[in-house]
Nanobody, 124 residues
């Protein structure tokens, strides 16, 4: 079992950058693929990025591709999301999640563990 805790959210102007972190505990971090999702007020939770458990293969939603970068440090049990060129439409609560399946999945219901979320607000 894994417990996840996000940090690094905040208020930033359009065009700026933020780096989110997600610390994991309770089980071997390298046993899971990790992903970032986001949810804006009144909207469904949507997939943003995923990274493989050890190989590090990445997959991004079209809405963030080229601007966001997901990475992980298995020695520190931490996954990161570097967000550049932020836009007002990126405003949302950002969640990290863990998936025990080795296959690519982007639907929230397949992820076993979730963090509490961290707020990202981008002003114009």
């Amino acid at each position: 079992q894994v417990q996840l805790a996000e940090s690094g959210g905040g208020l930033v102007q359009a065009g700026g950058s933020l780096r989110l972190s997600c610390a994991a505990s309770g089980r071997a971090f390298s046993s899971y693929d990790m992903a970032w999702f986001r949810q804006a007020p009144g909207k469904e939770r949507e997939f943003a990025a995923r990274i493989g458990r050890t190989i590090g293969s990445t997959y991004y939603a079209d809405s963030v591709k080229g601007r966001f970068t997901i990475s992980r440090d298995n020695a520190k049990n931490t996954v990161y999301l570097q967000m550049n060129s932020l836009k007002p439409e990126d405003t949302a609560i950002y969640y990290c999640a863990a998936d025990a399946s080795p296959f690519l999945r982007t639907t929230p219901r397949y992820y076993e563990y979730w963090g509490q979320g961290t707020q990202v607000t981008v002003s114009s």
